[in-house]
């Protein structure tokens, strides 16, 4: 079983940032890609960005290009969600996930998901 934890949402406005952090726990993590998605009020869920515990490569939704980073800490098990630039669109709740070995932009090829941290931005 893995438990992913997100911390790190709140209310900012537009052109600010926010770093998002998702603590994972309960298996070795060498193995598994993890992802970040958001969902808007009645949007459905999309990919933000992902990468591998193991890589450095990372691929992002066109939308957060150049605004966004993902990062990971292999100590503490633990990967982040740089957001710069917030523009009120990306007003979500923002979900962590993993799967086993490769990245997705699909999120129904994640099995592990975390509760999710609410990110509001306001213009």
């Known amino acids: 079983q893995v438990q992913l934890v997100e911390s790190g949402g709140g209310l900012v406005q537009a052109g600010g940032s926010l770093r998002l952090s998702c603590a994972a726990s309960?298996?070795?993590?060498?193995?598994?890609?993890m992802g970040w998605f958001r969902q808007a009020p009645g949007k459905e869920r999309e990919f933000v960005a992902a990468m591998k515990w193991s890589e450095t490569s990372t691929n992002y939704a066109d939308s957060v290009k150049g605004r966004f980073t993902i990062s990971r800490d292999n100590t503490k098990n633990t990967v982040y969600l740089q957001m710069n630039s917030l523009k009120p669109e990306d007003t979500a709740v923002y979900y962590c996930a993993a799967r086993w070995i490769s990245t997705s932009t699909h999120s129904y090829d994640y099995s592990y998901w975390g509760q999710g941290t609410q990110v509001t931005v306001s213009s």
């Open positions: 309960g298996r070795t993590f060498s193995t598994y890609a």
